[in-house]
C-alpha cells in the first residue's frame, strides 16, 4: 500500500463483500433500492459508477446511455439533471429473462451520488468511475468532500487517464489497478519487470479473463507480499466464493450481498469451530 494514502477504507475486518451496484441481482442496479437492499443485508462495502448530466450532476450509472436499463436511447452528460429524472432505472429490469419487469412504473430514477453517500451511516464505498470526457473528476471530488467521505471511498476505473488525474489531485485516496497497471502486475508476477512497485492500492479483477485464470493462490501471495489487496469481481456462485475465499482473495464483488455475507459468515462459525484458519 502507497504511503501516502490516508485512509479508513481497509480498517474493517476481511473479507470485504462488495455490494456489486448495491444487490444488483435482486433490485434494480444503482439505484437507491439497490443499495437499501444490501445495507439491509449487512453489507458494509457498496460498488457504484458514476458519470455527469450536462448540468453538473454526479449521478449513478454504470452506462453513459440509458437504452439498457431505462430503455431510451440517450446519453446522460447530454441531458440535465431534470431531464434524467424523467427515465425509469426500474424499466428493464428482470430476473427471469423478460417475462415480468417487476419495478416498471415504481418511480425508481437514477439518483445523484450525493444523495447516495449521504443516505447511509458506516458504509465503505467503490467509485467507479466510468465517464472519461468531460472529466468527471473535479466534480466527483466536491461531492465525496461535500459529504465528508474522503476516508471512506477507494475510486477505481479502467482507464490510465482518469486514475491518474484521480492520484494527482487527491492522492490521498486509494485506487485501483487500471488495465495496463494490471498487466504490470502480472508481469511483474512472472518475473519480468525487476524492481516492480505497484502505484494501486487494490488488484481488483475477474477471477479469469478470455480464458486465463488471473485469481489464484499464488496471485494473491504475490500481491500480499507487495502490501496490496485483491478483490474478485463479479462472483454470485456460493462454490465459486468459497474457491476465492480459500485462495486468500481479501474481497468479492457481488450482485448477491446476502448470500455472500451468510456464506462468509458461515465459514466464520466453521473456522472458529476448530477449522484450519488461513493466516496471511
Known amino acids: 500500500m502507497r504511503r501516502d494514502i490516508d485512509t479508513d477504507f481497509f480498517a474493517p475486518p476481511r473479507p470485504r463483500i462488495f455490494g456489486h451496484r448495491g444487490a444488483a441481482g435482486e433490485f434494480p442496479e444503482n439505484t437507491t433500492a439497490s443499495f437499501e437492499r444490501a445495507v439491509r443485508a449487512g453489507a458494509i462495502y457498496l460498488e ?4 455527469m448530466t450536462r448540468d453538473g450532476e454526479v449521478v449513478v450509472s454504470h452506462d453513459g446511455n440509458l437504452a439498457r436499463t431505462c430503455g431510451r436511447d440517450e446519453c446522460i452528460r447530454d441531458m440535465t439533471w431534470a431531464e434524467l429524472q424523467t427515465a425509469d432505472a426500474g ?5 427471469d429473462g423478460g417475462e415480468t419487469f417487476p419495478f416498471r412504473g415504481r418511480a425508481i430514477r437514477v439518483p445523484r451520488l450525493i444523495d447516495v453517500l449521504g ?12 465517464q472519461t470526457e468531460p472529466s468527471v473528476v473535479p466534480a466527483l ?12 471511498v477507494l475510486i ?3 482507464n490510465d487517464r482518469v486514475v491518474e488525474e484521480v492520484r494527482n489531485l487527491v492522492p490521498q485516496i486509494p485506487t485501483n489497478f487500471p488495465y495496463s497497471e494490471v498487466a504490470e502486475f502480472l508481469q511483474a508476477m512472472a518475473g519480468n519487470r525487476p524492481g516492480y512497485r505497484p502505484r494501486g492500492d487494490a488488484l481488483q479483477i475477474p477471477p479469469e479473463y478470455e480464458g486465463w485464470k488471473l485469481v489464484s493462490p499464488e496471485t494473491v501471495d504475490f500481491a500480499h507480499r507487495l502490501g496490496i489487496e485483491v478483490h474478485a469481481w463479479t462472483v454470485n456462485d456460493e462454490s465459486e466464493m468459497n474457491q476465492l475465499l480459500d485462495c486468500g482473495v481479501d474481497g468479492l464483488f457481488t450482485d ?5 455475507l451468510a456464506l462468509t459468515r458461515a465459514r466464520r462459525v466453521k473456522e472458529q469451530g476448530g477449522g484450519t484458519r488461513r493466516t496471511r
Open 156 to 158: 477505481a476505473s479502467e
Open 119 to 130: 443516505s447511509f451511516l458506516g458504509v465503505n464505498y467503490v467509485i467507479e468511475i466510468k
Open 256 to 260: 448477491f450481498p446476502a448470500r455472500a
Open 91 to 95: 424499466y428493464l429490469f428482470t430476473t
Open 141 to 152: 471530488m466536491g461531492v465525496i468532500d461535500a459529504t465528508a467521505m474522503r476516508r471512506r
Open 48 to 51: 457504484l459508477d458514476v458519470h
